[in-house]
């Protein structure tokens, strides 16, 4: 079963515009962190944002906001007033396990592409 | 913020040669790093986890042996990649998760073309 799952393989955005990106996760641990990242063309993993599984207010991080639902298992990151250097691929993934036995695990990513 | 180092950036082998990729947190000490692989187009893959001092554990499907992982300071990961073939073409990126903080930092990430 997919542990992470984004349903939105690509959108497209006019530029100022606010996008949300979707991400639903799996797991049966009860701590846990959920994380966004974004990859540009150049490859690297640029962390955006973290979500742990008991913190009780959605993360923000400047343009970038977190609208967390436990109960559903959603984590969907908000970028407001999108930049056209938002222009991206942007993956989901979770951490979990233990001290000394984490993984973390990636959705298949949504590709973003601002609008000017 | 923290560095995670990843050498080389690019590597262009001949088949049957093997390649190692180095993975080094810069200022911090990391307990756990991660391989990953990422074909074009698609999402990062875990190969394996490595802890400092001990045998990696790796994914289902991903060859031990073909793979090889060192974990032997808490600063430097190498993933080798033994008798590479074109299939074994891919971008590999490491991330480390600090000793101390609890977070995770990737490397750069190091295309890998075997010809």
């Known amino acids: 079963a997919q542990k992470i799952t984004q349903t939105q393989p690509g959108m497209f955005v006019q530029e100022k515009e606010a996008v949300t990106l979707d991400c639903t996760y799996d797991?049966?641990?009860?701590?846990?962190?959920l994380f966004w990242y974004k990859q540009p063309s150049s490859g690297e993993m640029i962390f955006l944002i973290y979500?742990?599984?008991?913190?009780?207010q959605n993360a923000t991080e400047g343009r970038y906001s977190l609208n967390f639902q436990k109960a559903r298992k959603s984590t969907n990151l908000v970028i407001s007033a999108s930049q056209l250097g938002d222009s991206a691929m942007y993956f989901c993934a979770m951490r979990e396990g233990n001290f000394g036995n984490e993984k973390l695990t990636f959705g298949t990513g949504t590709r973003l592409t601002i609008i000017p | 913020g923290a560095v995670v180092s990843q050498h080389p950036s690019w590597v262009i082998c001949k088949s049957g040669t093997s390649v190692k990729i180095e993975c080094r947190s810069l200022d911090f000490q990391a307990t756990t790093m991660f391989w990953y692989r990422q074909f074009p187009k698609q999402s990062l893959m875990l190969m394996a986890t490595s802890n400092e001092g001990s045998k990696a554990t790796y994914e289902q499907g991903v060859e031990k042996d073909k793979f090889l992982i060192n974990h032997a300071s808490l600063t430097l990961s190498t993933l080798t990649v033994t008798s590479a073939h074109p299939e074994d073409s891919s971008f590999y990126i490491c991330?480390?998760?600090?000793?101390?903080?609890?977070?995770?930092?990737f490397g750069e990430g190091s295309r890998l073309t075997v010809l």
């Open positions: 797991t049966s641990d009860q701590s846990y962190g």
């Open positions: 979500q742990g599984s008991y913190d009780e």
């Open positions: 991330s480390a998760l600090g000793l101390d903080t609890g977070e995770l930092f």
